[in-house]
């Protein structure tokens, strides 16, 4: 049964995939203006309303990188808010904020199957708004199921953008069977919360993660599984001035 849930966690999130392209050519219009020369992997392109500041709209150019082994992939990033015009004519938008992201996604053997903007309100600040980027990782093994999504905050700084949470770990489900019953199971659950302290003029963040674990065997014609207790932990993080990093105990 558990290697039913897994399949339907990743279908669920699979399933989001078709707005990663922007209905209104937005995202490849920028491509074709601000790297003419480049590739653009379609598929993984962002192009979505950032909600929390009405007209503008956040936009992700995934381009690989030449030159690299087959079978691997590494990726350029170039992030961007867009202020729509008040006419609503994607050709006269502007470019508000930007951070271009030499290699900053790879692939191998664990794909990334999407990237989608993470619509949460992170309000560090009174006129300061951030916004995330998910990231989903899949493994194509059946024997070993696999898949992550990590989150990386980003907030606008006048016209640099600036990463001030590098990809952290927020999902995890992985295993290893015998794809009939005999295998174990592992998933990590992780939520991240806006606390009333600060440091350094920004609150600090609040992660907190849940880990379960499941076995299952063959008893007779029986697939039985077993549930481990789970666990769970917190830490707060900090911003140093430039990141938010892990507060030191």
């Not at 909600?51 to 030159?67: K, Q, S, T």
Request: hydrophobic share 40%.
């Amino acid at each position: 049964m558990r290697r039913f849930i897994v399949a339907g966690w990743l279908l669920g999130f699979l399933c989001a995939a078709g707005h990663a392209a922007c209905d209104t050519g937005l995202a490849e219009r920028m491509h074709a203006k601000l790297h003419p020369k480049r590739s653009l992997d379609h598929e993984l392109a962002v192009c979505e309303p950032w909600r929390a500041v009405p007209g503008r709209f956040v936009v992700v150019l995934p381009m690989p990188r030449p030159g690299l082994d087959a079978g691997a992939t590494r990726f350029d990033l170039d992030v961007l808010v867009i202020q729509q015009a008040d006419n609503g004519n994607t050709e006269r938008a502007r470019i508000v904020s930007r951070l271009f992201e030499e290699d900053a996604l790879a692939q191998d053997a664990v794909r990334i199957a999407e990237i989608r903007l993470d619509t949460a309100r992170y309000a560090l600040a009174p006129e300061a708004r951030a916004f995330g980027l998910r990231v989903l990782y899949q493994g194509a093994s059946r024997a070993n199921p696999y898949a992550r999504e990590t989150v990386s905050l980003y907030m606008p700084q006048g016209q640099k953008l600036a990463r001030v949470l590098d990809p952290l770990e927020m999902t995890l489900e992985r295993g290893e069977w015998d794809t009939s019953c005999t295998g174990t199971f592992e998933t990590m659950r992780g939520t991240l919360a806006v606390m009333r302290t600060t440091s350094n003029g920004l609150p600090d963040l609040m992660l907190r993660r849940t880990r379960s674990s499941t076995r299952s065997l063959l008893q007779g014609d029986e697939c039985v599984t077993q549930e481990r207790p789970a666990t769970s932990d917190s830490v707060v993080l900090r911003y140093d001035g430039a990141r938010y990093r892990a507060a030191r105990r």
